[in-house]
Nanobody
């Protein structure tokens, strides 16, 4: 079992930036494809960014060009740099190992709240 601790969320004005971090337990972190997910109020949880063990990334169209995902395998940590934030980015953000497609492999952490509002 791998556990996740997300951090870095907060309240930011439209157009602002935030950097999220996700620390994962487990010594085999480096072999996993990691994903950042988000869940807005009243909506399904969605995958917004993915990163392979080698650092190849993929993004949902809604965040492409604004979000950048990276990882530090030595620290068992994955990051999400978010810029040009919009009110529709407001959500709780989670990370997880991607099992297949966009499906998560493990239980969710507590997530970190991102609120974009003026």
């Amino acid at each position: 079992q791998v556990q996740f601790v997300e951090s870095g969320g907060g309240l930011v004005q439209p157009g602002g930036s935030l950097r999220l971090s996700c620390a994962a337990s487990g010594s085999i972190f480096s072999i996993y494809v990691m994903g950042w997910y988000r869940q807005a109020p009243g909506k399904e949880r969605e995958l917004v960014a993915a990163i392979t063990r080698g650092g190849v990334t993929n993004y949902a169209d809604s965040v492409k060009g604004r979000f950048t995902c990276s990882r530090d395998n030595a620290k068992n940590t994955v990051y999400l740099q978010m810029s040009s934030l919009k009110p529709e980015d407001t959500a709780v953000y989670y990370c997880n190992v991607i099992r297949d497609g966009s499906n998560p492999m493990y239980s969710w952490g507590q997530g970190t709240q991102v609120t974009v509002s003026s």
